[in-house]
């Protein structure tokens, strides 16, 4: 039996593959230090409650966001999130999940004290938290309760992987043997484990049991002729890669010697890698698996299509269920299994890894096949796995209670002898509790259920009714169902405050702000607690709750300085500065350069910017992302001082500091020096001791890039798809690194689709998915996606300029469409006139500058071949072109458009990215987008994504030549 306790003193360098439980960075991956974790447990088997107060301190010298992970036991629930401001908790609360992410953004951006938690990906969760003053600390609160399921399973408080705690404080009511621990400066090598005191088989309150049934004593064998076993190999697997690896090899090793064996590896690739007897997988094929390495977003779709086109009677998929790319739930998934029906007779899966989701893969191997197939915990022995293997399950055994008027689950399916499973019933407060299950009666004595206070028991109960409304959505067919069961979830979650995967935990400053968003804290849910080793309610109320204050105004963004062009030279001498501010501001003045007088002419027509800027103000009025009343948004950046459009001498673009810092700077030095194989080692090395590191990911891929090796460098990018899949702006940016590559743009198409729906009120979400599309040929779609970015109400005081570039980026995609389909010409142009758009039918070259950090100023910069320049306080190029707006509160678009003919422009143009204000999700990332229109339809794009992680640095984008 493990031990109830083992926990020792190590070096934290003993750790470096270990993933902790719970952690708070900063977005570049500096780590804020523990400095105290306090957790109370209360057990109450089968059910366990969790309260944990975390207090972090930033290192960093400058305000940060910080980016909360927490990873829980399986099917664990969150009800609690709160966060300390001015001596208060202020609690979190259940808020439906797009809401609650564009309420965070209002107040980031207001400077005030927002923050939210959400689930990420199976039992992972993660939190926004701002701000974290420099120097400073943050104190959270965050409660969950989750099952013992198992008739052996332990109360386990997770804190393997945790670097130096400077204080811990473990208390934990319920179990046997030791049930406190005492920390100072601690490095945990291993979790805290509670065996539970077991009295019986369940809880009983009133009305609501739970209890752990045994509903099958016998299975019998199966045959297994053949078997194809799946291996996740995607980016989620790094920090266990090498584990999987082993159970894969231990597990073929107890099958049977001459059982066919194919192995195959998936993420958002399929590669076979073994094909032959069970006995011929030995340490070779193992380490070939194992060079592999961990990469790429998680694609079950590919997989199951390689086994339609290589069919065996039996599929075994080894994964953590988190499946991030192509479809991945509802009745599309279970499509793709039933498109196995004819060959393969059952699909079991393993589930492996720290995060995972358990009930994603109950709906790959149950329901579809001839015989359902069983979720096996990968933690089990290899011979035990294979023996479940070799027998049989039994489904569709109804779960009934005698009097209940609510009982879940109501079935079951891929049962075998032994497996337990957790029965939630409503019945009257004196009905016996008489369970039957598959028609077979189960004997429950009323001493077997132990009376327990209602308030953890009462949350089991919700949280069992939301999985039950989520089961029912993921088979569900058409939208006015979908949205019926979804409505249903969100109001089970906000009323119960138990998490769903619908809904977040928000954190606001004031009473006045959670009543600007309709947030009603009037009608409060209690809080779940500990005290005294009992989970105890907290009363809300007025008298709870931080007290209500006015809206403090709206901070000023960081001003950029009154530029205006360089002094005016008319010869050949040297240019110098007009005005010191700019020196001061960019760290030093740019080369000077030679100056020649400027060509005359205007630029080309266009719409005025300020009647674009008062149509942009007219529309925001309509599209606030905040409900009325509200206070004013964050003013824009004080006016600058325009400069004159003529320009009289040449300008050279700037020199600033160097743009990375740390690993990445090593990386891209490598790179830029032609040593490819310094750059891999580099990049690799980062990513092995780091496995869950963007800038990482990103820096190996752009090394596999230089190296000429396409298919690794999109699975690194995909990697981030696999680790952030709930991450719009993440999505995105793996995105945009991926549709330049040879094999990329189905991915980058599928990450840009979640996106938009993710967070529709991004417009990149909209402008990167059209425009992906196109570029596949998609041009109806396409026309379609961006139809509905321009339709889309974006928040009042962001994204300056979007709407006539929206509208552009439509006119650009119909030329397109009727290029492709000239015959729908006039159904085109009816659809424009309706959208109150134009079809673009003159040439043009357009620059679009978008990234994805948010309450952030980049700027973009281009020089032209005659001297010109143009930025955010001189718009316009002599030479013809216009910037239409400057974006100074995160994400872009900027966009500068020159509409003139090839042999019009003053080529070449150097473009640039200015890093003018860092924010609080530091390194900014993005790319620059290169659409030229040869005003027939024909469009060509390049792409030049981009990273920048110092404040005031400038990264050269390349030139632009004839």
Not at 237 to 251: I, N, P, S, Y
Not at 285 to 303: C, H
Not at 675 to 704: F, N, T
Not at 752 to 774: C, G, K, N, T, Y
Request: aromatic residues 6%.
């Amino acid at each position: 039996m493990r031990l109830p306790l083992l926990l020792a003193v190590v070096s934290s360098l003993a750790f470096a593959t270990e993933d902790a439980p719970v952690s708070l960075t900063a977005s570049d991956g500096t780590g804020l230090k523990l400095v105290k974790l306090q957790a109370r447990g209360v057990v109450m088997d089968p059910l366990a409650f969790t309260e944990m107060t975390l207090t972090f301190e930033n290192p960093l010298d400058r305000v940060i966001e910080g980016q909360f992970k927490v990873t829980l036991p399986p099917g664990a629930t969150i009800s609690r999130f709160a966060m300390k401001l001015n001596d208060k908790w202020q609690e979190g609360e259940v808020v439906e999940r797009q809401a609650a992410r564009r309420a965070y953004e209002d107040f980031l951006h207001r400077r005030q004290d927002p923050a939210l938690l959400e689930q990420n990906g199976g039992n992972e969760f993660t939190a926004k938290v701002f701000p974290i003053p420099a120097r400073g600390v943050k104190e959270l609160i965050i409660s969950y309760s989750h099952e013992l399921v198992a008739a052996d399973a332990n109360y386990v408080l997770p804190l393997k992987g945790l670097p130096e705690v400077g204080e811990l404080d473990v208390a934990v009511s319920g179990v046997s043997g030791t049930t406190t621990l005492a920390k100072k400066r601690f490095v945990p090598n291993a979790d805290f484990v509670g065996v539970p005191v077991r009295a019986g088989v369940g809880v009983r309150s009133g009305d609501l049991v739970a209890a752990r049934l045994i509903p099958v004593t016998d299975t019998a064998p199966e045959a297994m002729p053949a078997l194809t076993l799946l291996v996740d190999s995607s980016g989620s697997r790094a920090l266990g890669w090498k584990d999987e690896v082993t159970l894969v090899q231990q597990l073929i090793n107890a099958l049977p010697k001459t059982l066919p064996v194919n192995v195959v590896a998936f993420d958002q690739e399929v590669v076979p890698l073994y094909k032959g007897p069970a006995s011929g997988f030995g340490d070779a094929q193992s380490k070939a698996l194992r060079a592999r390495s961990a990469l790429g977003a998680s694609n079950i779709e590919l997989a199951l299509q390689y086994v339609a086109a290589n069919p065996t009677a039996r599929v075994v998929i080894v994964t953590d269920g988190v499946m991030t790319a192509g479809v991945t739930s509802g009745n599309d998934l279970t499509a793709s299994v039933l498109k196995l029906k004819s060959s393969v007779k059952r699909i079991d899966a393993i589930a492996v890894g720290g995060i995972r989701d358990e009930a994603a893969l109950a709906r790959i191997v149950q329901g579809s096949l001839e015989r359902d197939g069983a979720v096996l915990d990968g933690s089990l022995a290899p011979a035990e796995l294979a023996r479940r293997l070799s027998l049989s399950t039994k489904s569709k055994l109804e779960v009934k209670v005698e009097g209940a008027t609510a009982v879940w689950p109501t079935s079951l399916s891929g049962v075998q002898a032994g497996d337990a499973v957790l029965v939630y019933a409503q019945l009257p407060a004196n009905a016996a509790f008489k369970p039957v299950i598959g028609g077979r009666a189960l004997e429950v004595a009323p001493t077997k259920l132990a009376s327990v206070d209602r308030p953890l028991l009462e949350r089991a109960w919700a949280r069992a009714r939301i999985a039950q409304l989520e089961e029912q959505l993921d088979r569900a067919d058409g939208v006015p169902e979908k949205q019926k069961l979804k409505d249903a979830i969100v109001d089970v979650s906000i009323k119960s405050r138990v998490l769903s995967s619908l809904t977040a935990l928000l954190v606001l400053e004031t009473e006045d702000d959670y009543a600007r968003f309709k947030i009603d804290r009037r009608a409060l849910v209690d809080v779940l607690t500990v005290k005294d080793g009992k989970v105890a309610r907290v009363k809300r109320g007025p008298e709870t709750l931080v007290a209500k204050a006015p809206p403090p105004p709206a901070p000023k963004p960081l001003a950029k300085p009154k530029e205006s062009p360089k002094k005016l030279v008319a010869s050949t001498e040297k240019a110098e500065l007009s005005d010191d501010s700019f020196d001061n501001a960019f760290g030093g003045g740019a080369p000077s350069a030679d100056g020649a007088p400027a060509p005359g002419g205007a630029p080309p027509a266009a719409e005025p910017v300020a009647a674009v800027e008062q149509r942009e103000e007219e529309r925001s009025r309509n599209v606030s992302a905040a409900p009325s009343p509200a206070p004013p948004p964050p003013p824009p950046s004080p006016a600058r001082r325009q400069a004159p459009v003529s320009q009289a001498r040449a300008e050279a673009p700037t020199k600033g500091p160097v743009p990375y810092t740390g690993k990445f700077l090593d990386v891209m030095t490598a790179i830029s020096s032609g040593d490819k194989a310094k750059a891999l080692a580099i990049s690799r090395g980062w990513h092995e001791e780091q496995p869950g590191d963007l800038l990482a990911l990103v820096a190996m891929g752009e090394a596999y890039e230089a190296s000429g090796d396409q298919s690794t460098a999109a699975r690194s990018y995909g990697s981030i798809i696999d680790l952030f899949p709930a991450r719009a702006d993440l999505r995105r940016f793996a995105g945009v690194r991926l549709e330049r590559l040879a094999k990329g743009l189905d991915l980058a198409t599928d990450s840009f689709a979640v996106a938009a729906d993710q967070r529709a009120d991004h417009p990149a979400s909209h402008r990167l998915l059209a425009f992906a599309l196109v570029r596949a040929g998609k041009f109806e779609k396409a026309f379609e996606a961006m139809s509905t970015g321009v339709k889309q109400s974006y928040p009042a005081g962001r994204f300056a300029g979007v709407d006539r570039i929206l509208r552009d980026d439509l006119g650009l995609i119909a030329a397109a469409w009727i290029k492709a389909e000239p015959a729908r010409k006039s159904e085109i142009l009816s659809k424009m006139k309706t959208l109150g758009g134009t079809v673009e039918d003159q040439p043009s070259l357009r620059f679009v500058l978008n990234w994805e950090t948010d309450a952030n100023d980049v700027d973009f910069h281009i020089y032209d071949g005659q001297g010109g320049h143009a930025f955010y306080s001189q718009k316009q190029l002599p030479s013809g072109g216009e910037l239409y707006a400057d974006v100074t509160t995160g994400y872009g678009p900027e966009c500068f458009t020159i509409r003139l003919p090839k042999d019009k422009r003053a080529y070449p143009y150097t473009l640039q990215a200015h890093y003018y204000s860092i924010g609080p999700m530091g390194a900014g990332m993005g790319k620059l987008e290169l659409i030229e229109h040869d005003g027939k339809g024909g469009l060509t794009f390049e792409e030049r994504p981009y990273v920048v992680m110092i404040n005031q640095a400038y990264v050269d984008l390349g030139v632009v030549k004839k």
